[in-house]
């Protein structure tokens, strides 16, 4: 019988910072309200280590506990995750020029940061169109899948591309870029232009177009793009648009191109 997390020896058993950590990270989008044996379970730990974190992190305001025992993230949480820069203080710099691509277009707009190899969804205004869109709010892709994550590996430092090129790459459509040398050269073509097309590589139902969001000292923070039905997509309009709402919240950042 395998030994939980408070059994094995001290030597390896796990510090009180990350079985904190375990029971927050049991909580996401597909499990946001768990019971106390859900998040016993989900974090690796035993009932009754579980049952104390939960009631340090309740009365803290990390977790609320509802009517019916279940448990979901407290407000207190989210407070704390607003002083983010990357979060939700960049997405109030962001917001005006999201909603003027979204008049503009009237398509799904995004705008995303890069956190390792994924790129983390920090905002998103849904367009009229059917479009089939797999993403909230939070929700995390792999950076070679998407445009916004196109934009945001292209301008990563070029030891971390090496790295993400030469390991795994997941498919989810038979458009999805696997091969190293072609996602080489589409990274090329982005910093060329300025801009990422990402067709049919999440749903193959959708294209976006991406453009990369700089901060006060020029180094790409951010993407924004917006993402329209594959059939009836007219990029060379839409790469303007996407770059024009970039650049607005690249300045709005305090980046300054013409003193560059």
């Given amino acids: 019988m395998p030994m939980t997390a408070d059994a094995l020896p001290p030597q390896v058993a796990r510090s009180a910072p990350d079985r904190l950590l375990a029971v927050l990270a049991a909580f996401d ?6 019971c106390l044996t859900d998040i016993s379970r989900r974090a690796g730990l035993t009932l009754t280590t579980t049952h104390r974190l939960v009631g340090a992190l309740t009365e803290w305001g990390a977790l609320e506990r ?4 279940v448990y979901h993230v407290g407000l207190r949480l989210w407070e704390v995750a607003a002083l983010a820069p990357r979060g939700l203080a960049l997405r109030q710099v962001a917001l005006p020029y999201l909603e003027d691509l979204y008049e503009a277009t009237h398509e799904n707009v995004q705008l995303a940061v890069r956190d390792g190899a994924e790129v983390v969804y920090i905002e998103w205004l849904s367009g009229r169109s059917a479009v089939g869109v797999h993403i909230r709010v939070g929700a995390r ?3 070679h899948a998407t445009g916004v994550g196109l934009a945001l590996l292209a301008h990563s430092d070029q030891e971390f591309q090496d790295e993400y090129c ?7 459509t038979p458009y999805t870029i696997t091969d190293p ?3 080489r050269r589409q990274l090329a073509e982005v910093r060329r232009a300025a801009a990422a097309v990402s067709s049919r590589q999440v749903t193959e139902d959708a294209l976006s177009v991406a453009a990369p969001v700089r901060d006060r000292d020029g180094r790409v923070t951010a993407a924004v793009s917006v993402v329209v039905p594959h059939a009836t997509a007219q990029v060379p309009a839409l790469v303007p648009a996407v ?3 970039a650049r607005g919240i690249s300045r709005a950042l305090g980046w300054q191109p013409e003193a560059r």
């Avoid at 989008?29 to 768990?34: G, K, T």
């Avoid at 509802?66 to 025992?69: L, Q, S």
């Avoid at 030469?166 to 989810?172: I, K, M, S």
């Fill in 29 to 34: 989008h597909a499990h946001p309200a768990l």
């Fill in 66 to 69: 509802d009517a019916d025992g």
């Fill in 141 to 143: 892709w792999p950076l």
């Fill in 166 to 172: 030469a390991g795994p790459l997941a498919a989810f």
């Fill in 181 to 183: 040398v072609r996602l």
């Fill in 243 to 245: 770059r024009l709402a």
